[in-house]
Antibody, heavy 125, light 107 residues
C-alpha cells in the first residue's frame, strides 16, 4: 500500500525550531518530488515547499512565507522527507501534510496524488 | 503569484442535484496545470482532477473538470451523500497556489 506517515509535530514556543519527518512506503521514494502543505485551523491549504528527486539534484523551492526559515531535505535510503522549521512564528500553527507528486521524475510543480494524515504543529508561548 | 478565487464560498444542494464549482485565476494557468481536491472533516485532501480535466485514479465519473486559461470548473453530475465536503482548486503551472475553497453542504 502506498502510504505517507508524518511525525514530529507538537507544541513549540515562538522562535524555536522543530523538525517534521515523512516516512514513505509502497513506492520508489527516490523517483518522486515531495512537498509539504499546511492548513491552519479552520483555514484553507497553503503550499510550503518541495524537494525534487535526486535525478534533478534534490533541489528545493519554497513559499515566500517560509523561505529562509524552513528547509526541506530527503534521505532516499530511508524513504524519509524532512521539514526543518526554524524561527517559528505563531502564524506557523497548522496541520502539516506531506505529499507526493503525481508524476515520477518530474522537474516542475505538480498535483499531489498521495497525502499523509498530517501532523499538528502549535506555536505558542 | 497566481491568485485563485473560488466561487461560491458555500453551495447548498440536495443529493441527486448537479453541482458546479468555479475557480478563476488572476492570470492564465499554463498548460492547464489545474487540479481539484476534495477534503472531508478530519481527513487529508484527495486528488480528484489534474490537468484541468483528467480524473485521478479511482475517482467516479460523476466528477468532471473543464476550462482553460483563467476559468475552470468542477462539475459533479449527480450528488451522492459522500460528496458533501470542501473542494479546493490548485494551480501548478507557475509555482503553486491553492484557492480558498468551496464548501458543498446538504440543503
Amino acid at each position: 500500500e502506498v502510504q505517507l506517515v508524518e511525525s514530529g509535530g507538537g507544541l513549540v514556543q515562538p522562535g524555536r525550531s522543530l523538525r517534521l519527518s515523512c516516512t514513505a512506503s509502497g513506492f520508489t521514494f527516490g523517483d518522486y518530488a515531495m512537498s509539504w502543505v499546511r492548513q491552519a485551523p479552520g483555514k484553507g491549504l497553503e503550499w510550503v515547499g518541495f524537494i525534487r528527486s535526486k535525478a534533478y539534484g534534490g533541489t528545493t523551492e519554497y513559499a515566500a512565507s517560509v523561505k529562509g526559515r524552513f528547509t526541506i531535505s530527503r534521505d532516499d535510503s530511508k524513504s524519509i522527507a524532512y521539514l526543518q522549521m526554524n524561527s517559528l512564528k505563531t502564524e506557523d500553527t497548522a496541520v502539516y501534510y506531506c505529499t507526493r507528486d503525481r508524476v515520477l521524475l518530474w522537474f516542475g510543480y505538480d498535483a499531489f496524488d498521495i497525502w499523509g494524515q498530517g501532523t499538528m504543529v502549535t506555536v505558542s508561548s | 503569484e497566481i491568485v485563485l478565487t473560488q466561487s461560491p464560498g458555500t453551495l447548498s444542494l440536495s443529493p441527486g442535484e448537479r453541482a458546479t464549482l468555479s475557480c478563476r485565476a488572476s492570470q492564465s494557468v499554463s498548460s492547464s496545470y489545474l487540479a481539484w481536491y476534495q477534503q472531508k472533516p478530519g481527513q487529508a485532501p484527495r486528488l480528484l482532477i489534474y490537468g484541468a480535466s483528467s480524473r485521478a485514479t479511482g475517482i467516479p465519473d460523476r466528477f468532471s473538470g473543464s476550462g482553460s486559461g483563467t476559468d475552470f470548473t468542477l462539475t459533479i453530475s449527480r450528488l451522492e451523500p459522500e460528496d458533501f465536503a470542501v473542494y479546493y482548486c490548485q494551480q501548478y503551472g507557475s509555482s503553486l497556489t491553492f484557492g480558498q475553497g468551496t464548501r458543498l453542504e446538504i440543503k
